[in-house]
């Protein structure tokens, strides 16, 4: 976000140079919209330039993986597939985050899980899950039934078992407890 800074004041400082030199009345409305369009565009140039930056990193470790293979060096190959997964997980962020920064905002597909979902579905209030309701933050766990009347606990919107070990959130809850699928349960708890 840096140089997306340094580039907000340095074209700002440009535009205003421009209107001076020419002699021009000082940018007014309508160089704002001009400018936010240039900033946008910017904006979204920076995140297509890190987006060709990771998929080249990726190529490249296709590149050694393969390589390693050929030689039989299993540890080089262990550490460049996570390496491969980090990338993996940076580019899908930045395609999020290119999808939510667009001027062309798409409409949302009916089965589409979307961020706000999720975060919907985790602030879901645990209690309201539980069929019996907690007394002092704590009830029977659902997920085994077992004996102990006060193995479940719930705080911070997570709920653990100090029976069975059970840990988790709202979605992973309805996900074990209803055998739903992770966006089924997502769904569920964001309506």
Known sequence: MNAFYDMNRETRGKVVQFAKERNYPPPGQIYKVIYAALVVQHKLSLIMREIDQTIDRIM?????????????????????????????????RLERLLMRESPMKKEPDKNEITDEMILRAKDYPFEDLLPEGLKRGRCRCPIHAGQNTMSFSVKGNRGRCWSCGWEGDTIKFVQDVQGLTFPDAVRRLSR
């Open 60 to 92: 490249l470790l296709n590149d050694r993986i393969a390589m390693s293979i050929r030689e039989g060096n299993m540890t080089a190959i262990v550490l460049m597939k996570e390496r491969k997964d980090e990338e993996k997980a940076r580019l899908a």
